[in-house]
């Protein structure tokens, strides 16, 4: 069963204002908590077991379950994911590679200048990714990220260098 999680008030307010001043590894796990991604998702960009970060951020009161779906096949879990039977992505034409390999790696230094290694799991993700269909994920993330962490000013900033523009 997969479970898709969403921030509580509480939640939100700790994003806001860092009362609580959780550790580093709850809060990045907390900031990626979105009301969309459901566990499996959120697996993939939580450093660490990230069953019990989800657990402990809703033990304590910072984030709540909303919806429990079923587990998805394991075909099409395994495409899904880039397993071995799955088909191969569609590749960038080599003309267009170094422009697309300069905007992911634009992309990873921009987050880490500004967020430093809270984005890590973010930033591995975007170089794993090795065409546009993978990267503007993870560049939707990491502007929600920054949203989140540095500013709305910021985010805006970030969509609008690296996800406005069309890919090359």
Do not use: C
């Not at 910021?154 to 609008?160: L, Q």
């Amino acid at each position: 069963m997969s479970t898709v999680y969403r921030k509580t008030d509480k939640g939100q307010h700790e994003i806001d204002t860092r009362e609580l001043r959780i550790p580093p590894r709850l809060r990045t796990a907390l900031i990626l908590v979105d009301g969309k991604r459901d566990d499996d998702q959120l697996a993939g960009l939580i450093a660490g077991d990230s069953a019990e970060t989800l657990r402990t951020l809703a033990e304590m009161g910072l984030i709540e379950a909303i919806a429990v779906s079923a587990p998805r096949p394991a075909r099409l879990a395994a495409v899904a994911e880039g397993g071995p039977d799955s088909e191969p992505a569609p590749s960038v034409p080599p003309r267009d590679r170094r422009a697309f390999e300069q905007r992911r790696r634009d992309a990873v230094r921009h987050l880490n200048d500004q967020i430093g290694p809270v984005g890590e799991a973010i930033a591995m993700k975007m170089e794993k990714a090795q065409d546009w269909e993978h990267l503007l994920p993870a560049l939707q993330l990491a502007q929600q990220v920054l949203g989140n962490t540095r500013g709305a000013a910021v985010a805006a900033e970030f969509g609008r260098i690296f996800i406005d523009v069309p890919p090359p």
